[in-house]
């Protein structure tokens, strides 16, 4: 028995001696760990997919939701992000239901089409939260993986290791570091890092509305509330004044207002187009209501009460174009509103 397992091991040694051997083992038990990983302890079970796979009805159906669901939340990332999903599939999907709109407002429609091609703004990315299990799942998907490398790269260095050792016949001792290169090191100076710049204050609550030409009945409200959730006040943007008497209400100007519960009054500015700010009949007659403001892309228009404080920022406008005179009324205009609670 000894001499046959003698002989088996001078045969094994010999064999891990060719060149090719160890290579070749290495790479079919990788393939051999990855491939029962894969089909036996963790496969790959597909339970969700994307809108886009869905029949046209359905599609239909899920455009519908989500845009009662923007009407509702207000969230633009969101927004974007569902009619994104439905891939090719989303300019017929939202002509679709723009002819058929079922039970859905046709305005509601509309503000959605103007959102998703409004350019968007890092603020406005919607994230979505990943479930721990998924993550957890996905982590040792790639931790088991690279695990069984990492040990077969591990294994293959130490046999070239001690074989290369067997091979030398005198071993050169390890010689440190002179002190003076540590001394050296020692010194080098130390870089001071910049301080973080303090955090930006948080609103209590963020709104966004939307314009379009034809929306004669415009006049959005929001409820500002407190972190606690108590009513604090409104906000809103709402018709100024129009130009013009044929056909649909040509607006050339917004109100911005604010009440707040705490405040005997309620504080209102004008964003006023072009045209109508130049014109000092115009911009007199509706100084009136609140001061008047010149349309701005960017702009922000601040209101302040005693416990709040609003800003209203011009997202995007367009002017509208035909018989009346140039940057006269709005084919589009979107504002952002940010309340936040005064000290």
């Excluded at 409004?118 to 695990?147: H, K, M, N, Q």
């Amino acid at each position: 028995m000894g001499v046959l397992r003698g002989k088996a091991m001078d045969a094994l040694k010999g064999l891990f001696e060719r060149k090719w051997v160890l290579p070749v083992a290495t790479l079919v038990l990788g393939i051999a760990l990855g491939l029962i990983y894969a089909w036996l302890i963790d496969p790959l079970n597909v339970i969700d997919t994307t809108p886009d796979t869905l029949r046209q009805d359905l599609r239909e159906d899920y455009l519908r939701m989500a845009v009662d669901s923007y009407s509702v939340n207000r969230e633009i990332g969101l927004a974007i992000q569902r009619y994104e999903e439905l891939g090719e599939y989303g300019e017929s999907v939202l002509e679709a239901i723009g002819a058929d709109p079922g039970l859905v407002d046709p305005s509601a429609i509309q503000n959605f089409r103007a959102v998703i091609t409004l350019p968007v703004s890092g603020d406005d990315v919607f994230e979505p939260a990943v479930p721990e299990s998924t993550e957890r799942a996905s982590a040792w998907r790639v931790i088991l993986p690279v695990g069984g490398v990492i040990v077969l790269v591990g294994f293959l260095i130490a046999f070239v290791l001690a074989k290369r050792s067997r091979m030398i016949s005198t071993q050169e001792h390890y010689q440190p570091q002179p002190a003076q290169a540590l001394e050296e090191v020692l010194a080098e100076p130390v870089v001071d890092l910049e301080k973080p710049a303090p955090p930006m204050r948080e609103p209590l609550a963020t709104f966004r509305t939307t314009y379009n030409l034809g929306d004669d009945s415009y006049d959005d409200a929001f409820s500002i509330e407190s972190a606690t959730g108590d009513f604090l006040g409104e906000c809103g943007v709402g018709i100024a004044d129009v130009i013009g008497v044929d056909g649909a209400r040509k607006i050339s100007s917004f109100e911005v207002w604010l009440f707040d519960k705490n405040d005997i009054q309620t504080v209102t500015k004008v964003i006023l187009s072009q045209y109508a700010f130049d014109d000092n009949s115009t911009r007199t007659r509706l100084a009136a209501k609140g001061d008047p403001v010149l349309v701005e892309s960017g702009g922000v228009v601040d209101l302040q009460t005693a416990s709040i404080e609003v800003q209203a920022r011009v997202v995007d406008y367009v002017y509208g174009e035909g018989v009346l005179p140039p940057r006269s009324f709005f084919e589009r205009i979107t504002i952002e509103l940010l309340a936040f609670q005064r000290d």
